[in-house]
């Protein structure tokens, strides 16, 4: 039975989830242990994280490691793979931790025996950063968790609103969200709701637009609690600029609520034809289509019916399978490896 090390530190956001939406199934032919308990994560661009992934497989000497976050060891003899999401932070730091990304996490992408990301948008990306043949990295889609279905729960606030889930980094696009919403002219119809914290720049802007009390923030919602979230909403907004793979549009479809997302990045490959596209940077579009998922009827029954088939192409176990035959692909080189050194 081959032994499979992970880093399973990741205790939070859509690392965590990819992880243990993963672990549990993978082929039970491995043995899986995990680093928990072992140095703290702390954050993924610590320099010395590498360091002590390499020095912590080599003493554990398992046959393979896995990563399902962008962290790797220096080297070592263990064949290892590791996770690439996206390459937001290479593309959006500057500084000490663009040094980081470009002049110690590139190279060793390419002492891996494979990296794994969740979409083509991002597969093409990596390949042009690394400078890796296409077969060197893997596509490894997210999917919708089983608890994110139209049945169940619904939350309600006491007021119809849009909804947006995810951080409040540039890359979302927050400022023209909220310049759209002010001009589709649905604050006397619903609210936008915002997960996370209140944001006071988003305050502050939402009053100078004269939209203040339509802007509402439920706090940190929990993973069990996003389902009813997303069936309360009269929709899903998620207009970034840039996405990996963009998860909170995929749930939306699976709980059964219309999505209005960005016409770019790997949104299109994620929602096909099941959302509502528009160019995140024309005010003009995000606010047509804000008006369009709110008031066209006919429109969102057409978008409800699509998404719920297209989560169908995303699933746990077809990812787990990909991954687990990955793993075993990285055994097999490891052995062969051994028996060519032997001779």
């Not at 954050?43 to 962008?70: M, Q």
């Not at 999917?143 to 849009?162: C, H, I, Q, R, V």
Request: contains cysteine; aromatic residues 10%.
């Amino acid at each position: 039975m081959p032994n499979l090390l992970v880093d399973d530190r990741w205790s939070e956001g859509g690392i965590k989830r990819f992880f243990q939406e993963l672990v549990c199934r993978i082929d039970p032919e491995f043995a899986v242990s995990g680093l928990t308990g072992k140095w703290h994560l702390a954050r993924s661009l610590n320099p010395l994280n590498p360091i002590w992934l390499a020095w912590e497989i080599a003493r554990r000497r398992p046959d393979v490691f896995w990563n399902p976050g962008f962290m790797s060891p220096i080297g070592g003899s263990v064949p290892f793979v590791f996770t690439v999401h996206d390459l937001i932070h290479a593309r959006s730091v500057r500084g000490a931790r663009a040094a980081y990304f470009n002049s110690v996490l590139r190279p060793l992408c390419k002492k891996a025996y494979k990296l794994v990301t969740v979409s083509e948008f991002s597969r093409n990306e990596i390949c042009e950063w690394t400078g890796l043949p296409l077969n060197r990295v893997v596509k490894i889609y997210n999917a919708a968790s089983d608890n994110f279905t139209p049945d169940g729960e619904k939350f309600d606030p006491g007021y119809p609103y849009l909804l947006y889930v995810g951080a409040h980094r540039a890359h979302k696009n927050l400022p023209r969200l909220l310049h759209g919403f002010a001009r589709s002219g649905l604050a006397g119809q619903c609210r936008l709701l915002f997960s996370g914290e209140p944001d006071r720049q988003l305050l502050r802007l939402a009053a100078e637009l004269e939209i203040g009390g339509t802007l509402q923030f439920a706090g940190f919602v929990a993973e069990h609690e996003l389902p009813a979230y997303y069936r309360g909403a009269l929709g899903l907004v998620m207009i970034s600029t840039y996405e990996g793979f963009g998860l909170p549009a995929l749930e939306a479809m699976a709980c059964g609520t219309p999505v209005l997302s960005s016409n770019t990045t790997s949104l299109p490959e994620v929602v096909g034809d099941a959302a509502l596209l528009v160019d995140p940077t024309s005010v003009e579009e995000v606010a047509a289509g804000m008006r369009a998922i709110v008031c066209d009827d006919s429109m969102r029954m057409q978008l409800i019916a699509r998404g719920l088939v297209r989560r169908r192409r995303f699933n746990w176990e077809e990812s787990a399978r990909v991954l687990s035959n990955l793993l075993k692909e990285a055994c097999e080189y490891r052995t062969q490896r051994k028996i060519s050194g032997a001779r």
